[in-house]
């Protein structure tokens, strides 16, 4: 082999190394360590660019909402990645190193103000896209022997439980065979809806809530004296009494899509879920089931707290991008907003009824602050 030759092997020799080293180095530093997932993340659906992986914490009841493949497409389009993990909104004040992820988003002001509370120095900014009315998933003939009682009635359409007279009958511990026309619902159990367990639900903090302000005679309980002896009272047994309560809003709502509303006359939910059944798995509600608010009802603000700016991009997109705004009213959600109409139209469209309609919640209960629920919460835990 000629100088020549041998001089060209080698260049060629070192070239390959070189650009085996530059492949290792560009794969080491775009590896992952272990445990830790990468910044970035390659392959979207606007053209291949990278996306920032956005890690945020959720109420079980926006699992779905997240995981939608078009609502991923429509964040993938603002540069993101969302990932997210579950937990009760009562408890993600509490959650460790919560404040490290990008975003929390509980189901309630209060869960949000506890959250600010805990964590405030934290938090860049808060907003509210979206809510839900608190509802009561319940079935037509359990509503027929409901109303022969005074307990509720039909308006447009629509049903209301009378909160009122509900509680009264809690109350007295009046069971489903001493109401008029329990021949149709020969159940012995006592009248109770069923809820999840209100230590660490936030759907069952709403309920608490709702219940506390209509005994206080539709009222705000601004004390916490006044909490802590209303909720051994009268609030506790509303909880203590059901027995085993489920720790998701999600555990109910699946027993009663399962079990039907002749063994689970009224559950609490949010409408949300009601909505999103019928729109995403109708043949699950079937033609006895019957969704109903209570009167007052309550609203569950969904509140986007932003730990960073990429917790912040989320907010803008959940805020104002009108392709997800059809998503969210499609998992059932009411928008806040430029995009408020959208809930209504998606009713519309799919020929659905029974739902209150947007602006006739005029009898809408508020909830306490957060000092105040807490001490509630306090005394009901205490009592289990």
């Known amino acids: 082999m000629g100088a020549r030759t041998r001089t060209l092997v080698a260049g060629v020799a070192l070239i390959a190394v070189a650009a085996a080293l530059a492949i290792g180095i560009a794969l ?35 699992e779905s909402l997240f995981a939608d493949p078009e609502a991923k497409e429509i964040f993938a389009r603002h540069g993101l990645d969302v990932q997210v993990t579950t937990s009760g909104s009562w408890a993600m004040a509490e959650r460790a190193g919560i404040e490290e992820s990008d975003f929390a988003s509980p189901s309630s002001e209060i869960a949000a103000a506890h959250i600010e509370d805990v964590h405030g120095d934290a938090v860049l900014s808060t907003t509210r896209p979206f809510y839900s009315p608190l509802a009561i998933a319940t079935g037509e003939t359990v509503l027929s022997v409901l109303e022969q009682n005074g307990l509720v009635e039909q308006r447009d359409g629509v049903w209301h439980l009378d909160m009122a007279a509900y509680l009264d009958a809690v109350a007295n511990g009046r069971r489903w065979t001493d109401l008029a026309g329990s021949e149709a619902y020969p159940s012995s159990r006592n009248v109770m809806i069923t809820t999840t367990d209100v ?5 069952a903090l709403m309920y608490l809530s709702l219940a506390s302000y209509v005994l206080n005679g539709n009222a705000v309980v601004t004390s916490e004296d006044a909490a802590r002896q209303q909720a051994t009272d009268s609030l506790a047994r509303l909880f203590l009494d059901q027995g085993y309560s489920q720790s998701s809003s999600a555990g109910p709502w699946e027993s009663f899509l399962s079990k039907g509303p002749m063994n689970q006359p009224l559950t609490l939910i949010y409408e949300s879920q009601y909505l999103e059944a019928q729109m995403n798995e109708p043949t699950r509600v079937t033609d006895e089931m019957r969704i109903c608010y209570p009167a007052p009802t309550i609203f569950s603000d969904h509140v986007v707290v932003a730990f960073s700016e990429a917790g912040q991009q989320v907010q803008d997109v959940l805020d104002n991008d009108p392709d997800m705004a059809r998503v969210i009213a499609r998992h059932g959600f009411r928008l806040n ?38 001490a509630m919460l306090q005394t009901i835990e205490a009592l289990y």
């Open 28 to 62: 080491f530093s775009n590896a992952a360590l272990p445990g830790q997932a990468p910044d970035t993340a390659s392959g979207d659906a606007s053209g291949g660019q990278s996306l920032t992986v956005v890690r945020g914490v959720i109420g079980s009841e926006k």
């Open 199 to 203: 230590r660490s639900s936030n759907s």
């Open 337 to 374: 907003g430029s995009n408020s109409g959208v809930f209504s139209e998606q009713v519309g469209e799919a020929g659905l009824t029974g739902y209150a309609a947007d602006g006739t919640f005029i009898d809408a209960a508020q909830a306490p602050s957060y000092e105040v629920a807490d």
